[in-house]
């Protein structure tokens, strides 16, 4: 029943910006930190974000440092990215996952325990 679903992906313009979705169901989202990666075909799959449980202490990597914003609604079982000021290299697919509270934010894939399946952000001129 545990299911993590992506959304928001799509095309935009260098210096456009979208906002990505992370829809929670088969757990209570307030007892996890959710942390965004992001990966590129034949390359790692990095970490964009990451907030944990209360939200009150955000992480994010330093190529979208300024640009991207992480959030969280634990009453709805959900999480955002806003990604404002897109490069082309930003263009990849996005995930969310979580990691259980106690241990709050990670910055490696193998941190996390619960994944959703991606959504594609394309930047292109």
């Known amino acids: 029943q545990l299911q993590l679903v992506e959304s928001g992906g799509g095309l935009a313009q260098p210096g456009g910006s979208l906002r990505l979705s992370c829809a929670v169901s088969g757990l209570i989202l307030e007892h996890y930190a959710i942390g965004w990666f992001r990966q590129v075909p034949g390359q790692y799959r990095e970490i964009v974000s990451c907030?944990?449980?209360?939200?009150?202490?955000?992480n994010y990597a330093d190529s979208v440092k300024g640009r991207f914003t992480v959030s969280r609604d634990n009453p709805k079982n959900t999480a955002a990215l806003q990604m404002n000021n897109l490069k082309p290299e930003d263009t990849a697919v996005y995930y969310c996952a979580t990691r259980l509270r106690h241990l709050g934010c990670g910055w490696f894939e193998y941190d996390f325990d619960h994944w959703g399946q991606g959504t594609q952000v394309t930047v292109s001129s």
């Open positions: 907030i944990d449980s209360t939200g009150s202490i955000t």
